[in-house]
């Protein structure tokens, strides 16, 4: 009885080294997500790098940095005229991700961007203001190499403003990468 009492311990030990056996850069990911819309009314390009962690096999949490440029034509009220106003947009977000099957997840995540515009449909003066983005959605990873790979997520704003939102809908695709 001591003896598979002894060989039980023994068992719990190699498990317990077995899970401190995954360092802390082996559950950091880095990566990024790019996106675009090009148009003659509106135009953005988005460029996100990004760097999580795994908290789990199938969780993970991380932040990101976010730079747009951003090009949308405004129509002045009553004359009709147009204007654009061309900026960058920065700002930041952190996001969580689970796994729901082998290569989909879910995903959520909060955003705040600095952004110009013109509030005023009757001027061409301009505000910059953070604006903030809640989105929910999912995507698929496909694995290439090691823990990295390529992801395409669909995104839907909870926040979306149609004024002063950098992006042309409140749906958002993006194609990313991450090693």
Do not use: C
Not at 1 to 11: D, V, W
Not at 20 to 29: A, K, L, N
Not at 32 to 47: A, E, K, L, Q, W
């Amino acid at each position: 009885m001591s003896l598979s009492s002894l060989q039980a311990q023994i068992y719990f030990e190699e498990k317990a080294e077995e899970a401190d056996s995954v360092s802390f850069m082996d559950r950091v990911y880095f990566g990024g997500n790019f996106s675009f819309n090009i148009g003659t009314d509106f135009t953005y390009i988005d460029v996100s790098p990004l760097a999580g962690y795994m908290v789990t096999d199938d969780f993970s949490a991380g932040l990101g940095a976010t730079y747009l440029y951003l090009s949308r034509k405004y129509i002045l009220l009553p004359s009709r005229n147009t204007f654009k106003v061309s900026s960058s947009v920065y700002g930041g977000r952190t996001f969580l991700r689970h796994n729901i099957f082998e290569n989909y997840f879910a995903h959520m995540e909060f955003e705040a961007l600095n952004v110009e515009f013109a509030p005023n449909p009757y001027s061409e003066a301009t505000n910059r203001e953070w604006v903030p983005g809640l989105f929910i959605g999912g995507g698929a990873f496909q694995p290439i190499f090691g823990k990295g790979g390529i992801n395409i997520t669909v995104l839907y704003n909870l926040l979306h403003d149609d004024l002063r939102s950098p992006y042309g809908s409140a749906l958002v695709i993006r194609g990313g990468i991450t090693f």
